[in-house]
């Protein structure tokens, strides 16, 4: 294997024609990776994206290849997954007004181009789901907002047209499904690539706390912060220590982390309906 890179949470190897993703136990917020890892949150994302991958394989093709066939040392935290042309663009469904939606909802009634209707607040359950996409930045900096317009000039009318609908159906597939087991997805983020037949894959993660946020249904209030399944609890006691957003970042109290990772054992057995053994 070679190391190709490393990302805020996964290192990427290759092995011959595949690619290995190994999911680390590191947290990043705002863009910044944390010194304090969170035990068993790499297997957590690891099998919780499989799972979803199985599950969704009727709406776009994966790039997994396998869950086992990986060193012995990443056994329940890599997948071996085939090579894609990603697409520049960060995918991102939402169906609650929330994190930087809610901020750009607040300041200029739209979100990425999307008008929304006036008087919505923090919570706020959107009429319909939306594309709202982001630019992808994968060293440094931060992903900033993008129209679809944006998207259509990067990759394509088609191209486009086809992410959104896979976006929105992706969400949807997966919103429904938590749904039943108590959980709101309010928003979701998907990456996507394409293969050597030029389909568009489903690519990275999906659908886990990393890519999410997860509410608890008979929690949900509009109109302040809700009980966050994932990182979204870990962002909330980085903002709280005024800390700048800028490394380094602060270490996690031992409390932070034994709650951070009782939130993501939580949403992975509420949505799969099985008990973690990890």
């Known amino acids: 294997m070679r190391h190709v890179y490393s990302g805020k949470v996964r290192e990427i190897y290759s092995d011959g024609a595949d690619l ?141 047209e086809s992410l959104r609908a896979l976006t929105l159906e992706v969400y949807r597939r997966g919103a429904e499904r938590a749904a039943a087991n108590g959980i709101i997805v309010a928003d979701t983020k998907l990456e996507f690539g394409f293969g050597r037949d030029g389909e568009l894959t489903l690519a990275d993660e999906v659908l886990t706390p990393d890519s999410s946020r997860f509410w608890p249904a008979g929690e949900w209030r509009p109109g302040r912060a809700q009980h966050a399944y994932d990182k979204q609890f870990v962002r909330d006691w980085a903002a709280g220590t005024g800390w700048d957003k800028k490394p380094p970042a602060p270490e996690l109290p031992p409390e932070v982390v034994a709650a951070t990772r009782a939130r993501y054992v939580d949403a992975y057995e509420k949505i799969t309906g099985t008990a973690w053994r990890g």
């Not at 035990?39 to 099998?47: R, S, V, W």
């Not at 939606?101 to 959107?126: F, Q």
């Open 20 to 160: 290995l993703l190994v999911a680390t136990d590191r947290v990043s917020v705002y863009d910044v990776v944390l010194p304090t890892p969170i035990p068993d949150k790499g297997a957590l994302l690891t099998q919780l994206s499989v799972w979803w991958f199985e599950r969704l394989a009727d709406v776009a093709p994966n790039h997994l290849i396998s869950a086992t066939d990986v060193p012995a040392e990443f056994a329940g935290r890599a997948v071996r997954c085939r090579r894609l042309e990603m697409i520049p663009f960060e995918c991102i469904a939402r169906g609650y007004l929330a994190g930087s939606g809610l901020r750009e909802y607040l300041a200029t009634g739209s979100i990425s181009g999307v008008e929304l209707p006036p008087g919505l607040v923090e919570g706020s359950r959107l009429p319909e789901p939306i594309f709202t996409p982001t630019t992808k930045v994968s060293t440094g900096g931060h992903d900033e907002p993008a129209t679809f317009a944006q998207v259509v000039a990067e990759v394509g009318v088609e191209t486009a």
